[in-house]
């Protein structure tokens, strides 16, 4: 099956700062979706992004589907960015398929 | 917006107990799956229904079945319950024949397994 890896696995921030989160996965895939784990454990979407580039306020993200790689860009950070961040990747063929596979996640301390 | 709703938020089970998980996904979304999340791990595959059919399955423990309903709601029935099946199980949805397929996560199921 296709393999996610996330890098780092924990990234410490002071409040203001920027950072780069990496994905890489091991095949072709025709979803792609970067999400953030609350400290209550609610999976809120950030993008869909099986390739290309899109922005959302200080959070970006790009997919080099080509390379198989996605990275999530978090710029001027706040303390509510803390949480773990998710890639997850699927393919999908016609009716078959669909389900995503997860990273391991990046888990982001932002502090004050 | 409507979101993928779930139900019960949190749930505690003695040992050989059994839970049903119920899931709502979101109208129009013609699939739903179910994750497993363990402390500390990321959401691990279940299983999966298109229109109804059962279309794809993971890690999913014999002791554990779904279906999805004439609706489109999903239950997963979970027996003879262990330790190791306290988790967060997630249901999501998406609308796969369409040609964005992103999927939604509902809030989650807490289950306590004492």
């Known amino acids: 099956g296709i393999q996610v890896e996330q890098s780092p696995p924990d990234l410490i921030l002071q409040e203001g700062a920027n950072s780069t989160l990496r994905c890489n996965f091991s095949?072709?895939?025709?979803?792609l979706q970067w999400f953030h784990q609350n400290p209550w454990g609610q999976l809120i979407n950030l993008f869909y992004?099986?390739?290309g580039t899109k922005q959302n306020g200080r959070l970006s993200a790009t997919t080099v589907a080509t390379e198989r790689y996605s990275l999530l860009y978090i710029s001027s950070s706040q303390t509510t960015d803390s949480g773990v961040y998710f890639c997850?990747?699927?393919?999908?063929?016609?009716?078959?398929?669909?389900?995503?596979?997860f990273g391991q996640g990046t888990e982001l301390s932002v502090k004050p | 917006a409507a979101g993928v709703i779930q139900s019960p938020r949190h749930l505690i089970k003695e040992k050989r107990e059994t839970a049903t998980l119920k899931c709502y996904p979101i109208?129009?979304?013609?699939?739903v799956y179910w994750y497993q999340q363990g402390p500390g791990q990321d959401p691990q595959f279940l299983i999966s229904?298109?229109?109804?059919?059962?279309?794809d399955k993971g890690s999913i423990p014999d002791r554990f079945s779904a279906q999805q309903f004439s609706d489109y709601h999903s239950e997963l029935n979970m027996s003879s319950l262990e330790l190791g099946d306290s988790a967060l199980y997630f249901c999501?949805?998406?609308?796969?024949?369409?040609?964005?397929?992103?999927?939604?996560f509902g809030q989650g199921t807490r289950l306590t397994v004492v």
């Open positions: 992004i099986p390739s």
């Open positions: 109208p129009r979304h013609d699939t």
């Open positions: 229904f298109y229109e109804k059919m059962q279309s």
């Open positions: 997850a990747v699927g393919r999908r063929f016609y009716n078959q398929g669909g389900k995503l596979i």
């Open positions: 999501a949805s998406s609308e796969r024949t369409g040609s964005v397929t992103e999927a939604f």
């Open positions: 095949d072709s895939v025709n979803n």
